[in-house]
């Protein structure tokens, strides 16, 4: 994608780029930005060309957060709240203040600092659990963490539901990387009393990996596996080669998906009661709100 602006820079006559395009050397694509070719833009072209057509502007909301360039929904664009922007196809404008500070402008497109990004996108969230999973996809990610995130958050003079946010901050910070972990820890461990896990505890066996819960007292290893992450074949068949290893180091895996989390909440802590009880746990489960 390039823009008039910098083919007449690069001393292209305006003549030369009625002739391009004629030729279809140049397919018009919005006013002033051009393609080299007639295909369907990408993702990433799509994303310059919505920056380049608001411009100055950076990509920001879940734009900002998608380095892989992927999908065909709309592109998230944040620009000066002091301006005021024509509607663009395709694209989403944000206002916002103090964009100068908040966006990286030297990245290819330029977009809203990851914390920004996903503070935003927590902001305009409809559901808890879609802010928790702003927060802890970004995170998880493992390009920023919660405590940047949070000094994000003191930043903000207006922001909806800060205390939630700030909340489900320290439980990232304390090693839940998606809803799954997240709902793991406040609606089975906490809200039934069962025993505290270490999170996203590193191992090697073999190669660098990182177990959701381990509850090392009692040799209970506890795997999340939401289907978005654990969907193919080969990410299973390694699951279970994972399962083999723990198991000649004398751990149990018991994998949890989001029936049990979600859907079989006090029921999947009752049988996680019973499995503990018999490795040693002397404690008592207790009944939550939503308990039968």
């Given at each position: 994608?390039?823009?008039?602006?910098?083919?007449?820079?690069?001393?292209?006559?305006?003549?030369?780029?009625?002739?391009?395009?004629?030729?279809?050397?140049?397919?018009?694509?919005?006013?002033?930005?051009?393609?080299?070719?007639?295909?369907?833009?990408?993702?990433?072209?799509?994303?310059?060309?919505?920056?380049?057509?608001?411009?100055?502007?950076?990509?920001?909301?879940?734009?900002?957060?998608?380095?892989?360039?992927?999908?065909?929904?709309?592109?998230?664009?944040?620009?000066?709240?002091?301006?005021?922007?024509?509607?663009?196809?395709?694209?989403?404008?944000?206002?916002?203040?103090?964009?100068?500070?908040?966006?990286?402008?030297?990245?290819?497109?330029?977009?809203?600092?990851?914390?920004?990004?996903?503070?935003?996108?927590?902001?305009?969230?409809?559901?808890?659990?879609?802010?928790?999973?702003?927060?802890?996809?970004?995170?998880?990610?493992?390009?920023?963490?919660?405590?940047?995130?949070?000094?994000?958050?003191?930043?903000?003079?207006?922001?909806?539901?800060?205390?939630?946010?700030?909340?489900?901050?320290?439980?990232v910070a304390a090693g839940t990387c998606s809803v799954l972990e997240h709902r793991y820890l406040t609606q089975i461990e906490r809200a039934h009393g069962l025993p505290a896990a270490r999170r996203q505890v590193r191992d090697?066996?073999?190669?660098?990996?990182?177990?959701?819960?381990?509850?090392?007292?009692?040799?209970?290893?506890?795997?999340?596996?939401?289907?978005?992450?654990?969907?193919?074949?080969?990410?299973?068949?390694?699951?279970?080669?994972?399962?083999?290893?723990?198991?000649?180091?004398?751990?149990?895996?018991?994998?949890?998906?989001?029936?049990?989390?979600?859907e079989e909440t006090c029921g999947t802590a009752t049988a996680l009661a019973d499995l503990l009880a018999t490795r040693g746990w002397a404690g008592h489960l207790l009944r939550c709100p939503s308990c039968p």
């Open positions: 994608m390039i823009g008039r602006d910098q083919l007449l820079a690069a001393a292209v006559a305006p003549h030369a780029i009625r002739r391009m395009v004629r030729r279809r050397e140049l397919t018009p694509v919005s006013r002033g930005l051009y393609l080299d070719h007639t295909g369907a833009p990408t993702r990433r072209q799509r994303e310059w060309m919505a920056v380049r057509a608001l411009w100055p502007a950076v990509l920001s909301h879940q734009s900002a957060l998608d380095f892989e360039a992927t999908g065909t929904g709309p592109i998230h664009v944040a620009v000066d709240s002091r301006r005021r922007v024509n509607r663009v196809e395709g694209v989403r404008s944000h206002y916002v203040t103090s964009i100068d500070t908040r966006a990286q402008w030297h990245l290819s497109p330029p977009r809203m600092r990851i914390e920004e990004a996903a503070l935003d996108l927590a902001d305009a969230a409809r559901r808890d659990l879609d802010v928790i999973a702003a927060l802890a996809d970004a995170v998880g990610s493992r390009r920023t963490t919660a405590e940047r995130i949070a000094r994000a958050l003191e930043g903000r003079s207006r922001i909806s539901g800060r205390a939630f946010i700030a909340g489900v901050l320290e439980d090697t066996a073999p190669g660098t990996i990182y177990r959701d819960a381990l509850i090392e007292e009692f040799g209970l290893v506890i795997e999340l596996d939401g289907h978005l992450v654990h969907s193919d074949r080969r990410q299973r068949e390694v699951d279970l080669g994972r399962d083999l290893r723990s198991a000649a180091r004398g751990l149990i895996t018991v994998r949890l998906g989001w029936g049990h989390v979600i």
